[in-house]
Structure formats: structure tokens, C-alpha cells
């Protein structure tokens, strides 16, 4: 069973702060990384992608990844209340002959004034 | 641009009647994933089709579940006897073929009774 952890929080972190989001993962063959943001009541809605290690970098986010270490992270640079949801980390994990996308179950993130 | 559209938005219904659900995919995406997503199990893929085929459904939770895509425009997945236990938020999503970058509908909440 190829799985994607999180921790589910809640990570409470003020206003301005950088919040830290961490993931991991079992199956070594991975190659896509994906984070998305589920606000309560709505759909997933995709933030960033990374397929290489190291960081990218859009915005206030920065996704990290490190192959290695089976680790993927999320940080929100200057955090604002709007960012206060659930962030879900997917993993393209191998199934049969192809790749199927496996999601963690979620952290969330409460951001207070 | 129209996102996923997915119909009903909300589904109430009574143990043993059929369910069906419709997802329209974005224009020019041809990956197609229907998930369901529980407090219990988090977001669980049931099935996805790449280019309207069926790639893996081993997340189709038992033979009371199927899925189509009889084009490139339209899929449903259809829940026969539906059970309370199926009570779920069902989502569609979907991608270019290879990117696995997914966007997802609105959602439908469905209830059995």
C-alpha cells in the first residue's frame, strides 16, 4: 500500500509568520509532487508542483522537495488569514503499469490575526 | 474559461435506489479521476481514464460502483444499490494526459438515507 503522510494539525501560526507544511511518502519511484488547498466546503484547488529536488518558488509559496529523504514541504512566506484551509499533499505513486495520484490526508492550517 | 462541472450538487436519496453522477472534464484535458472524500478516509481515488479508457480502477470501492466515459466531454459514475455508507462528497477532476496537474469540480454531496 503505497502511502502519503501529513500531519493533520491544526498548525496554528500568527499572522505574518512563515508556515511550514510537511509531507511524506513510500514510494521511492515517485516523480510528481503536487500541493493543493481545500478550503472547508469547496474543492481541492491545485497550488504548486515540483518534480525535481530542491525548492520552487511562486509567490508566498515554496514548495521543497527532497527524492532522497522521501520529503516533500510546503512553506507560505508573510501568512494572511486567507490561507487558513486544509493543504492535501499528492503523490504519484506506481500502480500496475502506471501512475496513480495518492493524496495524504491533509493538514490544517489556521492563520490568526 | 468553464472549469470541471459536475452535477448534482447535492444528492439525497434512500438505501437501494440508484445514484448516478456527471462530470464534464475541462475542453482539451484528456485525464479524468473521480475521487470520494470522507472525514473517515480523507480524498480516495475510485477510478481514472485517460483518453475516455479506464486506466485503474482498483479504488472502486465494490461491483455496486461503475464508471464511464462514453467521449471526451462526459462521465458518469453510477451507484447501484446505493447504500448510507456512500455517503460521500464525490469529486471529478481532471488534466492533460501525463501532467497529473488536476483540476477539480464543485463536488456532489451525496446522502443516503
Known amino acids: 500500500q503505497k502511502e502519503v503522510e501529513q500531519n493533520s494539525g491544526p498548525l496554528s501560526v500568527p499572522e505574518g509568520a512563515i508556515a511550514s507544511l510537511n509531507c511524506t511518502y513510500s514510494?521511492?519511484?515517485?516523480?510528481?509532487f503536487f500541493w493543493y488547498r481545500q478550503y472547508s466546503g469547496k474543492s481541492p484547488e491545485l497550488i504548486m508542483s515540483?518534480?525535481?529536488?530542491g525548492d520552487k518558488e511562486d509567490g508566498r509559496f515554496t514548495a521543497q522537495l527532497n527524492k532522497a529523504s522521501q520529503y516533500v514541504s510546503l512553506l507560505i512566506r508573510d501568512s494572511q488569514p486567507s490561507d487558513s484551509a486544509t493543504y492535501l499533499c499528492?503523490?504519484?505513486?506506481?500502480?500496475?503499469?502506471?501512475?496513480?495520484?495518492?493524496f495524504g490526508r491533509g493538514t490544517s492550517l489556521i492563520v490568526h490575526p | 474559461d468553464a472549469g470541471v462541472i459536475q452535477s448534482p450538487r447535492h444528492e439525497v436519496t434512500e438505501m437501494g435506489q440508484e445514484v448516478t453522477l456527471r462530470c464534464k472534464p475541462i475542453?482539451?484535458?484528456?485525464?479524468l479521476f473521480w475521487y470520494r472524500q470522507t472525514m473517515m478516509r480523507g480524498l480516495e481515488l475510485l477510478i481514472y481514464?485517460?483518453?475516455?479508457?479506464?486506466?485503474?480502477d482498483s479504488g472502486m470501492p465494490e461491483d455496486r460502483f461503475s464508471a464511464k466515459m462514453p467521449n471526451a466531454s462526459f462521465s458518469t459514475l453510477k451507484i447501484q444499490p446505493s447504500e448510507p455508507r456512500d455517503s460521500a462528497v464525490y469529486f471529478c477532476?481532471?488534466?492533460?494526459?501525463?501532467?497529473?496537474?488536476?483540476?477539480f469540480g464543485p463536488g456532489t454531496r451525496l446522502t443516503v438515507t
Open positions: 477532476a481532471s488534466s492533460v494526459a501525463g501532467s497529473y496537474e488536476q483540476y
Open positions: 514510494d521511492r519511484g515517485s516523480q510528481s
Open positions: 515540483i518534480y525535481s529536488n
Open positions: 499528492a503523490v504519484n505513486t506506481a500502480s500496475g503499469g502506471s501512475y496513480i495520484p495518492t
Open positions: 475542453s482539451g484535458h484528456n485525464s
Open positions: 481514464f485517460n483518453n475516455n479508457v479506464p486506466i485503474d
